[in-house]
């Protein structure tokens, strides 16, 4: 499986971007689907997940009504629309895969690929 994300950028606070993320290779519907960001020195963090089995969707607090993740699943791909930016919204975002969809839905090792990142500056 690999994954591409693409779409981010530059904007300022209060603006909008939106990710996609395109799985190809052995994809199947049952994957689930994750966005986490990396802010510099920091931790690789949970942003939001999809299960494409269940349709279910989680959140971290921080951007919980900001953000929102959807899919298409006759393209593969995972979106993540971005509103409301803020300037601690800056990262790189990765969007991950998880084939076996048992593990907790916000730990990274749950994962089991990453796309390779795309960054998103968001200004003051």
């Known amino acids: 499986v690999q994954l591409q994300a693409s779409g981010g950028g530059a904007v300022q606070a209060g603006g909008s971007l939106r990710l996609s993320c395109a799985a190809s290779g052995r994809t199947d519907s049952w994957f689930r689907m994750g966005w986490f960001r990396q802010a510099p020195g920091e931790e690789r963090e949970f942003v939001a997940s999809s299960s494409w089995r269940t349709g279910s969707t989680y959140y971290a607090d921080s951007v919980k009504d900001r953000f929102t993740i959807s899919r298409e699943n006759a393209k593969n791909t995972v979106y993540l629309q971005m509103n409301s930016l803020k300037p601690e919204d800056t990262a790189v975002y990765y969007c991950?895969?998880?084939?076996?969809?048992?593990?907790?839905?916000?730990?990274?090792?749950?994962?089991?690929?990453w796309g390779q990142g795309t960054q998103v500056t968001v200004s003051s």
């Open positions: 991950a895969a998880d084939r076996d969809h048992l593990g907790y839905y916000g730990d990274r090792t749950t994962y089991d690929y």
